[in-house]
């Protein structure tokens, strides 16, 4: 589906169909394309053919990158067509797993909030922001939803605000606040007779629109390729023109660091890491009808493998490893 393809013009039953040939083909892209597959099921309003998706997943023989973010979907997808209880018992689970990945939290209070359990759906949003977000100075890009929708579910319960909601609103660029975005009332004021408060409605409206745009905009983030040692030593064995772009692994490295750091401060939101091998190259390279020694195929392969679920996000949450596979935390290591 191409990103400019309204909504409304997709066969998301052929679009899923699709999605699965390709995991076919692509079997260490195969979670991600398959939760890509779930989504146009559930948008087809084949909930029951979704959560077979989720269940095929979750019962893979070689495990998962993102185990609960598939049980937090398959979660939301059952409760949305009567299966409450089987629902409520996953979301439990996911909350008392404590997944250190944003998405889970925010989808499985997302599912309480939906259903009218304000309460519950704050307590989750809270949850997961103490996780993720306690001692962290700058809140990496993908917990941003968990801010803004725990100072929504918030606004809706009419909690005075604390630090995270005002760090939410520090973070949401549009030009209408968050306290007018999630105001309980503004649904009132689109039954108005009122010419001036619909105008005003409208304005909201555009501008929460605007946001989502600039969200579905990038579905996924802006990638710089990694070559591990090995890996670079191979590809420059086999391709010795790309040495101009690869003097050596410790340059690599330093320039992935730079390169992103540099993006970070231009105001680039939702950036990653993806790793390259050498044998995925020379597919892809084989796929476009071009020589792996060109080096302007670099960077449509990282952006390939990144469409493709395969980055991982910079910088690292507190505490985590260093992108560069030392083993070591990436505050000690090119974090410092």
């Known amino acids: 589906m191409r990103p400019d393809t309204p909504a409304e013009n997709v066969d998301h039953t052929a679009e899923a169909a699709r999605l699965e040939r390709t995991a076919g083909l692509y079997p260490e892209d195969a979670e991600a394309l398959l939760l890509q597959a779930a989504a146009h099921l559930e948008l087809a309003g084949d909930r029951p053919a979704a959560t077979a998706l989720y269940d095929s997943l979750l019962s893979s023989p070689t495990g998962l990158e993102h185990p609960y973010l598939v049980r937090a979907l ?15 018992a996953i979301i439990t689970g996911v909350r008392a797993a404590a997944p250190r990945d944003p998405a889970p939290w925010v989808i499985v209070a997302e599912a309480l909030e939906a259903h ?76 108005s007779d009122n010419p001036a ?53 410790e340059e690599h ?7 992103l750091r540099e993006l970070s401060a231009s105001g680039t ?30 960077p449509q392969y990282a952006t390939t493998l990144a469409a493709r679920g395969r980055a991982v996000e910079w910088p690292p949450q507190r505490g985590a490893a260093c992108w560069c596979g030392s083993g070591q935390p990436y505050e000690g290591c090119h974090g410092a």
Do not use: C
Request: net charge negative.
């Open 74 to 88: 398959k979660a939301s997808n059952l409760w949305e067509y009567g299966h409450e209880a089987e629902a409520r």
């Open 116 to 191: 009218d359990e304000l309460e519950a759906a704050q307590e989750t949003f809270t949850e997961g922001a103490r996780l993720l977000l306690t001692d962290v100075s700058e809140p990496p890009y993908s917990t941003h939803p968990l801010l803004f929708g725990r100072h929504r579910v918030r606004r809706m319960l009419g909690v005075p605000h604390d630090d995270w909601d005002r760090l939410a609103d520090t973070l949401h660029s549009s030009s209408v606040s968050l306290d007018e975005l999630h105001d309980p009332k503004r649904v009132w004021s689109l039954g």
């Open 197 to 249: 408060e619909l105008e005003a409605e409208i304005s909201r409206l555009r501008a929460e629109l605007g946001t989502y745009r600039e969200a579905l905009s990038r579905p996924f983030p802006v990638a710089v390729l990694h070559w591990p040692k090995a890996e670079l030593a191979e590809l420059l064995d086999a391709y010795p023109t790309l040495t101009t772009e690869y003097p050596s692994h």
């Open 253 to 259: 490295l330093t320039t992935i660091e730079a390169s």
């Open 269 to 298: 939101p939702n950036l990653g890491i993806v790793t390259g091998t050498v044998p995925s190259y020379e597919a892809f390279a084989a796929s476009e009808a071009t020589s792996p020694a060109d080096p302007e195929l670099l």
